[in-house]
C-alpha cells in the first residue's frame, strides 16, 4: 500500500565538497553522477572535464543573462527587501581594506575583496583578488569600522570579524575574530525581536531590531555606546535604555573616533549621542555626549512645512540630513570650513541650519536618492546623477584628481548616460561604491568603484594603484 501522505523528491548525496566526493567502494564517481555541494550548498555534476560549478537556478541565469550583455566576471548586489527601507539595506560596503556585497551570479551570498584578516574573515593573512565567497548566506545589511566587519543577514543573524577594538564586535570579549566569521547573539531580545540595522565605527557598533530598541557594544570613553558612561568597554550588545521606537540608526566615521551616532523615531524625533568633536555643528558644547540628546528642535528650518528627517549624519565638525520632502540639510561647527557640506571655502560664523539642495541642480522628475558623508567630504546620488564636495582622499569621488571641491560639483563622468539609475552609496574615508538600478539599460545592478585600491577592495582593475576615474567595479 502506497503512503500518499508524503511527498519525496529526488534525493542527491550531501558531500563536503564534490571534488572530493568517492563512492562507497573508495572509487572516484562515474560521469552523469551529482551530488549536493554543502561547502557552495548547490547540486554539481560530474563530467568528463571534472566537476562541474553550481547547476544552473533563477539568480545564476540572471547572471549569465547579464553578464552576456555586459561583459565578463559580472558582479551585481541583491535586490532590496520590504523588511526596511532602501536607505537601511546596503548590501555592499567599503572599507579602507576590503569590500562585501552580495553576489547575484553566486546566488545572492556575501562575497568580498581585499585584506582578508580586516572585514573578510578568510584565512590566510594577505590580499583575496579576486572576489570570493564569504559566508553562504546573504545580507540585509552590512557596515565596517576599522578593520573589521558586521553582516546582518536576511534571516535576521548577526556575524562579525576583525580587529575587535574596545570589545565592538559584541563577542562578550576583547579578542580579534581574525580569518573567520563568529555569530553573535543580543541577550535578552523579546519573542519576535529581529536586528535589522546596523550601524559601526572606529571603536564601537550599535544595532537596530524590529521592535525600535537599539543596542550597543564597544568603547564607553567618547560616550558612543549611549549607555550614559564614559568608563570602560561594553563587550556584549547592551540595550540603550533611553531610546525606543526607532526607526533607523547611522554613523559617519569608518576609521577615526570623530563622529556621532543618531538615531530616528516613529515620530519624527532625532537623536545624537557620542564624540561631539569641535563643539558640534548644531552648537553644543560637551565634548562626549554618553546618554543620547534629542536635537530634533535643531531642524525646525527644514521640519517647518511638516518634512521628516530620514537619513543624518554627524561627523568631525559636519552634519548632514536628507528630509523626506526631498531637501538636503546641513551645517558645520562655527569657525569651521563650509566646504563639507559644499558651501564654499568660508569659515561659518554660527552652526546654524542651512538648506544644501538648492545647489544641486534636480532635472524634472530627478530626486535625492542617497547620500554619505566621511573624512572631509560626502557624495550625494539623485536617480541618475552624482555629486560631492570635500576633499578627493586616493581620488575617492573618482574625478581623476584628488583636489579639492568646496561646493557642490556634477559627476561628469561618461558613464551615466541619463538612463542608468543610481540607488545606493557607501563612502569611506579613501573610497566610494555605488550601486545601479537592477534592468540592463539601469545599470545590471553593478557597483560603481572610486578610491584607494592598495587591497583590490575595489577589484582587480586597474592593476595597480587607485581607481582613479570613477568605473564599473570587476572583480
Not at 551616532?261 to 537623536?271: E, L, M, P
Amino acid at each position: 500500500m502506497k503512503n500518499v501522505t508524503k511527498k519525496l523528491g529526488v534525493v542527491m548525496p550531501i558531500v563536503d565538497s564534490a571534488p572530493s566526493t568517492v563512492t562507497p567502494a573508495g572509487a572516484v564517481p562515474v560521469e552523469a553522477t551529482v551530488v549536493y555541494d554543502s561547502i557552495k550548498q548547490c547540486l554539481r555534476l560530474n563530467t568528463s572535464a571534472g566537476w562541474s560549478d553550481c547547476l544552473l537556478d533563477k539568480s545564476t541565469v540572471e547572471g549569465l543573462i547579464s553578464t552576456s550583455v555586459l561583459g565578463d566576471r559580472f558582479w551585481m548586489v541583491s535586490k532590496y527587501s520590504s523588511t526596511t527601507s532602501p536607505l537601511m539595506q546596503k548590501r555592499f560596503d567599503y572599507s579602507y581594506y576590503t569590500s562585501a556585497f552580495n553576489s547575484i551570479t553566486d546566488k545572492n551570498f556575501l562575497t568580498g575583496a581585499g585584506y582578508t584578516s580586516y572585514g573578510l574573515g578568510l584565512s590566510p593573512a594577505g590580499t583575496q583578488s579576486p572576489a570570493t565567497r564569504l559566508m553562504a548566506k546573504s545580507a540585509l545589511t552590512t557596515n565596517s569600522g576599522l578593520e573589521s566587519r558586521t553582516v546582518i543577514t536576511t534571516s535576521g543573524d548577526i556575524f562579525v570579524t576583525g580587529s575587535n577594538y574596545g570589545g565592538k564586535l559584541g563577542t562578550g570579549g576583547n579578542g580579534d575574530v581574525i580569518s573567520s566569521w563568529t555569530k553573535v547573539t543580543i541577550a535578552g531580545l523579546a519573542a519576535g525581536e529581529n536586528p535589522i540595522q546596523v550601524q559601526q565605527s572606529a571603536y564601537n557598533t550599535i544595532i537596530l531590531t524590529n521592535l525600535g530598541n537599539v543596542y550597543a557594544a564597544g568603547e564607553n570613553a567618547r560616550g558612543q555606546t549611549g549607555l550614559g558612561t564614559t568608563v570602560g568597554n561594553t563587550l556584549t550588545y547592551t540595550k540603550i535604555p533611553t531610546l525606543s521606537n526607532i526607526k533607523s540608526i547611522w554613523s559617519e566615521q569608518e576609521r577615526t573616533p570623530y563622529n556621532m551616532f543618531t538615531a530616528i523615531d516613529a515620530t519624527g524625533k532625532v537623536f545624537a549621542w557620542g564624540y561631539n568633536f569641535y563643539a558640534g555643528p548644531w552648537g553644543a558644547t560637551a565634548t562626549f555626549i554618553s546618554t543620547p540628546q534629542d536635537i530634533t528642535s535643531f531642524f525646525a528650518p527644514a521640519t517647518a512645512s511638516g518634512a521628516k528627517v530620514v537619513k543624518v549624519m554627524i561627523g568631525y565638525y559636519s552634519l548632514i540630513a536628507l528630509m523626506d520632502n526631498n531637501t538636503l540639510w546641513g551645517s558645520v561647527a562655527q569657525g569651521f570650513p563650509l566646504y563639507r557640506i559644499g558651501k564654499g571655502n568660508a569659515n561659518a560664523t554660527n552652526s546654524n541650519l542651512m538648506l544644501l539642495s538648492d545647489s544641486i541642480s534636480l532635472a524634472s522628475g530627478e530626486t535625492i536618492v542617497d547620500f554619505d558623508m566621511d573624512m572631509d567630504g560626502a557624495v550625494v546620488i539623485t536617480n541618475h546623477f552624482i555629486w560631492y564636495t570635500g576633499f578627493s582622499y586616493n581620488y575617492r569621488f573618482g574625478n581623476g584628481g584628488v583636489g579639492q571641491s568646496v561646493n557642490w560639483t556634477l559627476h561628469s563622468t561618461s558613464l551615466l548616460d541619463g538612463d542608468v539609475t543610481l540607488t545606493a552609496v557607501d563612502m569611506g574615508y579613501y573610497g566610494v561604491m555605488i550601486a545601479t538600478g537592477s534592468g540592463v539599460t539601469e545599470g545590471g545592478s553593478r557597483l560603481l568603484v572610486a578610491g584607494y585600491n592598495g587591497f583590490k577592495s575595489l577589484g582587480t582593475t586597474p592593476a595597480t594603484g587607485d581607481v582613479q576615474n570613477l568605473t564599473y567595479a570587476t572583480y
